[in-house]
């Protein structure tokens, strides 16, 4: 049993509404640093919900109970923009009028312009993009700009990385890769992550949760 | 699939460039001096005449800052609206209000401002004599003010729920929402997120709608004669002037100030262009300077937002509401807040008289929005297969050819042109001059959802109903009948407003609900001037009306659509 | 920007004496050839019916439409013409297209087959050869006309009538002012410069070129210079700047007096019109003497408003309809023209709830009940009597108006 103050992040029965009306059972899971949990479930159980309450974007029409903890600090006060959190979509969502650079330097904390300018260099070899900073956007692959848009995440230093389906819009071969660049990635900087997926191969272990069951499921193995 | 390229863009070519390029040859050649029957023979005299001309400097500086005022503010004015409102409760007052504030024809509108706001105007008469303490009204130079100030904030008012309208549109072509979040959990605030990822993502749709402005204020002739200053006028009326001027020599002056007003527009294009690129340039640094723990919020400045976004609609309902009461007015003096003598004759005579151009108006207005949202879709239909055609070609310019050309500038030529072919004067022809500027509009309102249209639903209705025309039909136009609808209600609103295509193509014959209100706007009776203005409106806004309940009655029980 | 066409002008002087002999040597042609213009206007009329005309006439007054429509009316029921109103804002707009048809060369099936015109208008298009031939001696009512007391029918703003344009009504520049405001009215210039001294900012006039703003220029000048008969002559430019020093002097004194302090002047006498409803001013002009009392009739303007002119007269003119060189109904225009000339027609329009403009016709040519008539029609409370509507000034030669349009915008306008 690890300490209770290593899980750096809790949900403690939480549970979303719309309309009184409970989307799936109470959710209470732990994380701690570098672990990666998989959430699965049938499409519309409310998985993206899930992750958008965690992230603060919620839709006004839902309402939450329960508790979101991140590093012992309760995140449901919070707005956006101060809980910590790293949300990656299944659209790379590069913004297209900066080139590669521009859009990871974007992530990088204020700081000495040095600093930050080796911040993105590192990234990108850490991506096999080296050389790739002065590239419009427009002119990468998909793999390439999916890699891109993790660093440009990471470089923000969250706390926690959310991913919503992440890899359903690429190729089956490029799939495996940059799911093999995200698990790297996220045991390198050493974060608890959150996955919302409904495709076994996405767990690395092989156990998930399932949100329509309200707990940890074991893969059967094919 | 070849043939339908072809017949595209010859049809293309014959409905944009050929009329306005044989309009800006008409105009150039008498501008040169050459005009068949008043004088032939190349001659540098007209040029001459015009830059000697004591009013013309004046008048293109008023012109020209007029139009940069107006561009810029409502750009900056729409920007910082959409910033500071997205989202917040008031957003969909600014949504919906976007379509009604459009429909009001700009003349109307001015008219209404002058009701307004003058110093003997209703705003003067609530406050008179109890809280100013006059009984006669004040000798104040508000409407009509020699810095074109008072046009510029009219023209202003009327241009930033466009800007707004295609800001909307553009922020449909990207996922602003989700960029949003991303900005957020980057760290940054809603406000910083807006101004260094939405804004310049943004501004890339917003360029052509905004020379569109430009042009526009440049060019504009009524309105400028309502509220614009008239020592000298703006140039463009003083153009228009000079068209109609009883010396008749003065065509020729008309031709050189049309021709010169071309190069002003095509010239402070080129200095928007610039200033892009120094801003891009300036810029580069600020947008990835990393994000700003900025200060809690900047709550002072959405009230600010709320508020002004309030002042627009009141201001905008103001102005309908003092035509209104002037219509209905049978006495109605100063300092009295409202008339002493009510009537509806004015209404009851117009009627009468309005027959045959409300039927003009409405058969011109609904088979040029029928014709070019038609063509809309077929344009459409064709960019939608093309995906390697990239959606800012240059083949928007020829699109927007028609709005970004003053009208001034090729009008006469058109004119000559018609003219000589035996075409003026008839409804035809005066359909064919609207498509040409209702187009525009029609597309720009329609492309951005119409290209986002997601073919899957297509290929199953294809497999479905075993005919991709079949499936074209009964799948894909009903599924876009809202966006076709508003589409067609903005085409018509812009036929509606059109004057200056009217009548030189209708050779007055073809008369329409607006020229009789600008007719009689010069006229002496305010009651009369506010009845006609009304109609001007009322038109356009039945559209709209229907354009906003036809489809939720027929997909009442849709929810999806 | 408004340049109306209905009001114009007198005549020179020097014309009354030409223009007189040319009548009476007119008059006895048509005397001998009575019969023959009998079986022409019969033709005429045959050719006329079912055709249908475009009359281009200024459309900003909702009354004189509602004439026109009238008019048009009779003429179908009586010669089975259809008269159709094209409502314009500025005639300048009309002679533009037919100059434009003119370059592409439409010799016939113009688009406008009568025009309301008048003075610089009907110059230019006279000019430029853009009418059609002489038609009025064959119209049967133009023998009705006073072309012997109102020389204006022949001589429109000097520029020779020739019978290219039928005369339609009558009109002399007249101010209007609310007595509720203004006790006692200006009697000229000078005194109009005393009044504002002490209502700074209640009167102006429109921006020239409005034909209103250069009509008040023209009598300004022609009170203010030294020498009123040089007017009659062309204008000399080498002399222009002397002669007319008077009068930019006076502009100069007016201008901080009048509204908006000179630095914005209205578009039009409409407008100013409803500046008088307004009380914006106290003073406005217009060139139909009857325009107070139907404003009041209409509760246009107070029932206080009357009628002033300047004692030593004020500038008159006539109003035409004219037919360009390519009408598509010429036939039916010259039709239409000559019952605008009736006395049925005249007698309406005289009347003042219609609309109340001065007929062109004369008295002697017509009938005693005819005469009686008109003789009974009512005077409106703000009209003044012939006799107090005084001189009517000469218009100065056309080249003037060109001379003066261009000095105004050099010095206010700029």
């Given at each position: 049993m690890l300490a209770q103050d290593k899980k750096i992040f809790t949900l403690n029965k939480l549970q979303l509404y719309h309309r009184e009306q409970a989307l799936f059972p109470p959710v209470s899971v732990q994380l701690q640093a570098g672990e990666l949990l998989v959430v699965m479930g049938p499409?519309?159980?409310g998985k993206s919900s899930l992750l958008a309450a965690i992230a603060g974007t919620?839709?006004?029409?839902l309402s939450i109970s329960g508790s979101i903890c991140l590093a012992g600090q309760s995140?449901?006060?919070?707005p956006i923009e101060r809980r910590g959190i790293g949300l990656q979509y299944q659209?790379?969502?590069?913004?297209?009028?900066?080139d590669v650079g521009g859009n990871l330097l974007f992530a990088?904390?204020?700081?000495?312009n040095q600093q930050r300018q080796n911040a993105v260099a590192q990234a990108l070899i850490s991506a096999d993009?080296?050389?790739?900073?002065?590239?419009?956007?427009?002119?990468?692959?998909g793999g390439q700009r999916a890699r891109v848009s993790l660093l440009r995440t990471l470089l923000a230093k969250p706390k926690l990385l959310l991913l919503d389906?992440?890899?359903?819009?690429?190729?089956a071969d490029l799939r495996q890769d940059f799911r093999s660049f995200v698990f790297e990635q996220i045991a390198a900087m050493s974060i608890p992550a959150l996955l919302v997926s409904?495709?076994?191969?996405?767990?690395?272990?092989n156990h998930y949760y399932a949100l329509a069951e309200g707990k940890m499921m074991t893969l059967e193995k094919l | 699939m070849k043939l339908p390229n072809v017949l595209l863009l010859a049809v293309g070519t014959a409905l944009f460039i050929l009329p306005v390029s044989l309009g800006l040859l008409g105009t150039w050649l008498p501008a040169l001096g050459?005009?068949?029957?008043?004088s032939d023979g190349l001659s540098s005299q007209p040029l001459l005449a015009v830059l000697a001309h004591p009013s013309t400097w004046t008048s293109v500086k008023l012109s020209v800052s007029s139009a940069l005022f107006v561009t810029v503010c409502s750009l900056v004015f729409s920007q910082w609206l959409c910033m500071n409102?997205?989202?917040?409760?008031i957003w969909p007052l600014l949504k919906h209000s976007i379509a009604p504030l459009l429909a009001i024809p700009h003349l109307a509108f001015a008219i209404g401002l002058v009701f307004l706001i003058?110093?003997?105007g209703w705003l003067m008469r609530l406050l008179?004599?109890?809280?100013?303490?006059?009984?006669i009204p004040p000798d104040?130079?508000?409407?009509?003010d020699n810095y074109a100030l008072s046009l510029s904030i009219g023209l202003f008012l009327k241009e930033t729920p466009f800007l707004l309208l295609m800001s909307l549109a553009a922020m449909s072509r990207f996922d602003h929402g989700k960029t949003l979040q991303i900005a957020a959990t980057l760290k940054y605030s809603h406000r910083q997120a807006w101004r260094k990822l939405i804004f310049p993502q943004m501004y890339a749709q917003l360029r052509l709608p905004l020379f569109a402005v430009l042009s526009y204020s440049l060019s504009v002739v009524d309105v400028s004669t309502v509220?614009?200053?008239?020592?000298?006028?703006?140039f463009a009326v003083l153009i228009h002037q000079w068209f109609n001027h009883?010396?008749?020599?003065y065509r020729l002056l008309g031709a050189v100030g049309a021709s010169m007003l071309l190069l002003i527009v095509v010239g402070l294009i080129a200095v928007f262009y610039a200033a892009e690129l120094v801003v891009k340039k300036t810029t580069q640094n600020w947008l990835v300077a990393g994000p700003k723990i900025s200060p809690k919020s900047s709550g002072f400045e959405v009230v600010l937002a709320k508020l002004s976004l309030t002042i627009m609609i009141a201001v905008t309902l103001l102005c309908i509401a003092a035509l209104a009461v002037w219509s209905f007015s049978r006495l109605w003096r100063f300092?009295?807040?409202?008339?002493?003598l009510w009537s509806v004759e004015y209404w009851q005579k117009s009627w009468q008289q309005l027959l045959e151009p409300l039927q003009n108006t409405a058969i011109i207005g609904v088979s040029s929005a029928l014709i070019a949202v038609f063509i809309c879709v077929l344009v459409l239909e064709w960019q939608s297969k093309?995906?390697?055609?990239?959606?800012?070609?240059w083949w928007i310019w020829v699109i927007y050819l028609p709005i970004l050309v003053p009208q001034v500038s090729f009008l006469f030529g058109i004119q000559v042109l018609m003219v000589r072919f035996h075409l003026e004067g008839t409804l035809a022809s005066v359909i064919w001059v609207h498509i040409l500027f209702v187009f525009p509009y029609a597309y720009l309102t329609l492309a951005q959802v119409y290209l986002q249209f997601d073919a899957r639903y297509l290929q199953q209705g294809a497999i479905l109903c075993q005919s991709k025309w079949r499936a074209f039909v009964y799948i894909k136009i009903p599924m876009l009948f809202k966006p076709l609808a508003f589409s067609g209600a903005i085409a018509f609103a812009v036929s509606v407003a059109q004057y200056l295509p009217t009548l030189y193509v209708g050779a007055?014959?073809?008369?329409t609900v607006t020229l009789e209100s600008v007719v009689l706007a010069g006229g002496s009776d305010s009651r009369i001037s506010a009845v006609f203005a009304l109609w001007q409106f009322i038109l356009p806004l039945v559209v709209y009306i229907a354009a906003l309940v036809i489809p939720q009655f027929v997909y009442r029980n849709r929810r999806g659509l | 920007m408004l340049r109306t066409a209905h009001p114009v002008k007198s005549i020179t002087q020097l014309h009354t004496l030409l223009a007189l002999t040319l009548t009476l040597f007119s008059g006895s042609l048509y005397a001998g050839q009575d019969k023959n213009l009998a079986s022409d206007w019969q033709k005429t009329l045959e050719e006329a019916r079912g055709q249908t005309v475009y009359f281009n006439a200024w459309g900003g007054s909702q009354t004189i439409n509602a004439y026109i429509q009238w008019a048009a009316a009779e003429v179908k029921k009586q010669y089975q013409v259809e008269v159709k109103q094209v409502k314009i804002t500025d005639t300048g707009d009309v002679v533009s297209r037919i100059l434009a048809e003119k370059s592409a060369n439409r010799?016939?099936?113009?688009?406008?087959?009568l025009v309301w015109v008048n003075g610089e208008n009907f110059k230019a298009m006279k000019d430029n050869g853009l009418l059609a031939k002489?038609?009025?001696?064959?119209?049967?009512?133009?023998?009705?006309?006073?072309t012997e007391n109102k020389p204006s029918t022949r001589y429109d703003f000097t520029t020779p009538v020739d019978n290219l344009e039928a005369p339609w009504g009558m009109a002399q520049l007249v101010f209007m002012y609310d007595t509720k405001r203004l006790k006692v009215p200006p009697t000229d210039m000078l005194s109009l410069l005393a009044t504002l001294q002490q209502n700074k900012g209640r009167f102006s006039y429109p921006a020239l070129p409005n034909f209103y703003g250069t009509s008040f220029v023209k009598q300004a000048l022609l009170e203010l210079?030294?020498?009123?008969?040089?007017?009659?002559?062309?204008?000399?430019e080498a002399d222009f700047v002397r002669v007319s020093a008077p009068l930019w002097a006076y502009l100069d004194a007016l201008h901080p007096l009048l509204w908006r302090k000179g630095a914005s002047f209205p578009k039009s006498a409409e407008q100013m019109k409803q500046l008088l409803n307004d009380s914006e001013l106290f003073i406005s002009l217009t060139f139909n003497p009857n325009d107070a009392s139907n404003a009041i009739a209409n509760d246009e303007?107070?029932?206080?408003v009357r009628t002033y002119v300047h004692k030593n007269g004020s500038l008159g003119n006539t109003h035409f309809v004219a037919i360009p060189f390519?009408?598509?109904?010429a036939a039916g225009a010259q039709v239409f023209a000559n019952f605008l000339m009736s006395t049925q027609a005249k007698l309406r329009k005289a009347t003042r709830a219609i609309w109340g403009d001065p007929t062109v016709l004369s008295m002697d040519k017509l009938s005693v009940e005819q005469r009686a008539a008109f003789a009974s029609l009512e005077r409106g409370v703000a009209t003044l009597t012939t006799a107090q509507l005084g001189k009517v000034l000469l218009e100065p030669h056309s080249s003037w108006v060109s001379a003066l349009e261009k000095e105004w915008i050099k010095r206010y306008a700029n």
């Open positions: 499409s519309g159980c919620l839709a006004p029409e995140l449901q006060a919070l659209h790379d969502l590069l913004f297209p009028h900066l990088v904390p204020r700081g000495a993009l080296a050389g790739f900073a002065q590239r419009d956007v427009a002119t990468l692959s389906e992440p890899f359903s819009r690429l190729d409904h495709d076994p191969q996405d767990c690395p272990a | 050459y005009l068949p029957g008043m409102l997205y989202h917040r409760r003058s110093p003997s008179s004599p109890g809280i100013t303490g006059f009984d104040w130079l508000i409407v009509n509220l614009g200053p008239n020592t000298p006028a703006t009883t010396d008749i020599s300092p009295d807040a409202l008339p002493t093309r995906s390697q055609l990239p959606r800012g070609g007055g014959r073809v008369n | 010799l016939q099936g113009g688009s406008v087959d002489p038609f009025t001696h064959k119209l049967p009512n133009y023998a009705l006309v006073d210079i030294d020498d009123p008969t040089l007017l009659n002559k062309p204008v000399i303007l107070p029932a206080t390519n009408a598509n109904a």
